[in-house]
C-alpha cells in the first residue's frame, strides 16, 4: 500500500472515532415532571345566610431560599438541595396564592373583590411563604414542610388595619420521598393552614 493511500485510510480511521466519540458524549433528553398544589377545606357548619365579606387577596411574597419553579430538600440542619427535574408549573408563590384565594371565595366568609378598590374592600390578605421544602434530615421520616405569615387587615375609615397576624407551621409526615408523595404531603399542610386561619377568623368574628 502506497504511503499517501495508507495515510488515506488512517484519517479516516480517526475522524470515525473522533465522531463516534463524540455522539457518545451527547446527553439524553432531560425528563421534568411538573407539579401542582391543591387544597381541600370542608365546608363549615353553618347555614348559608352568611353573605361574606369582601376579601382582597394580595399576591404572597416568598423567602428566597424557596423562590424557585424547583423543588427544595432540607437534607441537614443548615444545608438544602434544588431538585431539577422536578418542579412546580408556576411560582410557589402565585400557585399558594392562587390556592388559597380558591378557597376563601368559596367559603361562607368571604366573596372577591370585583375592582381595587378600597372603597369596596373590607378584608385585605397578604402573606408570606418562609417556608417549603421536603425535609429529608432524617431518611426515615421525611416530611412535607410548609410555613406561612397570613395578615389580614380590615378597612378602618380610609386606612386598613391588621386585626389577625399568625404564623402556620405544618410539617407534614409523608410515606416516602419521591416528589408525589412531597406535593401530597404539601396540599394537606396547606389544607391544614387554611382550616386554622378560618378558625382565627371565626374567633375574630365571634369576639
Not at 381541600?40 to 369582601?54: W, Y
Not at 416568598?62 to 434544588?82: G, L, P, Q
Not at 378602618?156 to 407534614?172: I, K
Request: glycine content about 4%.
Amino acid at each position: 500500500m502506497t504511503r499517501p493511500l495508507s495515510s488515506l485510510l488512517a484519517g479516516i480511521l480517526i475522524l470515525t472515532a473522533l465522531g463516534s466519540g463524540c455522539s457518545s458524549l451527547k446527553k439524553e433528553a432531560v425528563t421534568k415532571q411538573y407539579y401542582d398544589l391543591s387544597a381541600q377545606v370542608p365546608a363549615p357548619s353553618k347555614n348559608g345566610l352568611f353573605q361574606g365579606e369582601t376579601l382582597m387577596v394580595k399576591a404572597f411574597t416568598i423567602n428566597s431560599a424557596f423562590d424557585s419553579h424547583s423543588f427544595v430538600y432540607r437534607i441537614d440542619e443548615n444545608e438544602y438541595r434544588t431538585d431539577y427535574y422536578n418542579e412546580f408549573i408556576s411560582y410557589p408563590s402565585k400557585l399558594i396564592t392562587e390556592k388559597i384565594s380558591e378557597v376563601l371565595y368559596r367559603s361562607i366568609y368571604f366573596k372577591p373583590a370585583l375592582i381595587n378598590d378600597k372603597k369596596d374592600i373590607t378584608f385585605r390578605l397578604s402573606g408570606v411563604i418562609t417556608r417549603l421544602s421536603g425535609d429529608y434530615t432524617d431518611n426515615k421520616n421525611p416530611r412535607a414542610s410548609m410555613e406561612l405569615i397570613l395578615i389580614l387587615e380590615k378597612k378602618s375609615g380610609s386606612t386598613f388595619t391588621p386585626v389577625l397576624s399568625n404564623t402556620y407551621a405544618v410539617d407534614e409526615p409523608i410515606p416516602s420521598a419521591d416528589p408525589a408523595s412531597l406535593v401530597s404531603g404539601w396540599n394537606v399542610g396547606l389544607s391544614k393552614i387554611l382550616c386554622l386561619f378560618l378558625a382565627d377568623f371565626e374567633h375574630l368574628q365571634a369576639s
